[in-house]
């Protein structure tokens, strides 16, 4: 079946690097997406990685992809207080046009 | 380039009522999907469309239903209003399948 899991919160001082994890079962997932949801607002898209890599990075923003174990984790590093939000994963295969989301990370920031 | 927009983005509803929810998407984006966003239940994926046609549904019952128009522009519309919709809804776009998706900021739905 298709789950997506994630911790449901995380505080962590300004500075520090933040990870966030997620754990999927669909072993067929293409995609795999974070996003980054602030009070009254939708979803932004903060970066996303194809199943056949292992690791990418975007300035503050390191992903890492454990396809064996069907985990997924998002390092934000130097968090911000305006990094403070509901962070969630999602995934997606090819051909379904259906996204998975998983339940969402709050991330809490604490100057 | 203008994002995913949702009209209207607040609305408020009694029990037995319909809505109609619209959302237009990034010009050239032809995918649109739509979500229920609640406390309880997290990001629900209701439908998606392409090209007019729904090509995936969520597991929600049949009183929601929707549609996509030539323009790419989608609504979905929501029969028997009950306490339980209540919630965000969330349109999304995206330029191909699989691809990234972009959202609207959401109707927020009250049903009282």
């Known amino acids: 079946g298709e789950d997506v899991e994630q911790s449901l919160f995380l505080s962590v001082r300004e500075g520090d690097s933040s990870v966030i994890n997620c754990t999927y079962t669909?072993?067929?997932?293409?995609?795999l997406y974070w996003y980054k949801q602030e009070p009254g607002a939708g979803l932004q898209l903060l970066t996303y990685i194809f199943s056949n890599m292992d690791m990418k990075q975007d300035q503050r923003l390191t992903v890492l992809l454990n396809k064996k174990d069907k985990h997924l984790s998002l390092r934000i590093a130097d968090t911000q207080t305006g990094d403070s939000a509901i962070y969630f994963c999602a995934e997606t295969t090819s051909g379904t046009y259906k996204y998975i989301f998983g339940t969402g990370t709050r991330l809490k920031v604490l100057a | 380039k203008a994002g995913v927009t949702q009209t209207p983005r607040y609305l408020i509803k009694t029990r037995g009522q319909q809505v109609t929810l619209s959302c237009s998407p990034i010009s050239g984006h032809r995918s649109v999907s739509w979500y229920q966003q609640t406390p309880g239940q997290g990001l629900q994926f209701l439908f998606e469309y392409f090209s007019e046609t729904q090509r995936n549904k969520g597991n929600f019952p049949g009183r929601f239903s929707g549609r996509q128009f030539s323009n790419s522009r989608s609504e979905m519309n929501v029969s028997t209003l009950e306490l339980g919709d209540s919630a965000l809804y969330l349109c999304?776009?995206?330029?191909?399948?699989?691809?990234?998706?972009?959202f609207g900021p959401g109707t927020r739905l009250t049903v009282l």
């Open positions: 669909d072993s067929s997932s293409t995609y």
């Open positions: 999304a776009s995206s330029l191909k399948a699989s691809g990234e998706q972009f």
